[in-house]
């Protein structure tokens, strides 16, 4: 099993950034995905999954800002964030269920 996350980065409050998570070695059809961060000194926290039935789930403070999608044709689940702010700054991962496997994680940083 393999998930490598991409497209962190630094941007401004009110900004825009959309993670990718490419996986590989399992059926990624099959398996429910969800994009999850830790910031600094805290746990890790989920923030988005995406059912295998096209059902989606989010944390309250991410509502309406944030849109996880997955193409399984192409075994990626992206996290498009808009409207961010500093409290979304984080290293964010993604993480495969059941097993909660996880990838290195994309590092993102909000401020102005």
């Known amino acids: 099993v393999q998930l490598v996350e991409s497209g962190g980065g630094f941007v401004q409050p009110g900004g825009s950034l959309r993670l990718t998570c490419e996986a590989s070695?399992?059926?990624?059809?099959?398996?429910?995905m969800i994009w999850a961060r830790q910031a600094p000194g805290k746990g890790l926290e989920w923030v988005a999954i995406?059912?295998?039935?096209?059902?989606?789930w989010y944390t309250g403070s991410v509502k309406g800002r944030f849109t996880i999608s997955r193409d399984n044709a192409k075994n990626t689940v992206n996290l498009q964030m808009n409207s961010l702010n500093p409290d979304d700054t984080a290293v964010y991962y993604c993480?495969?269920?059941?097993?909660?496997?996880r990838g290195q994680g994309t590092q993102v940083t909000v401020s102005s």
């Open positions: 993480v495969r269920l059941p097993d909660n496997t």
């Open positions: 070695g399992f059926t990624f059809s099959t398996s429910p």
């Open positions: 995406a059912y295998t039935d096209g059902k989606t």
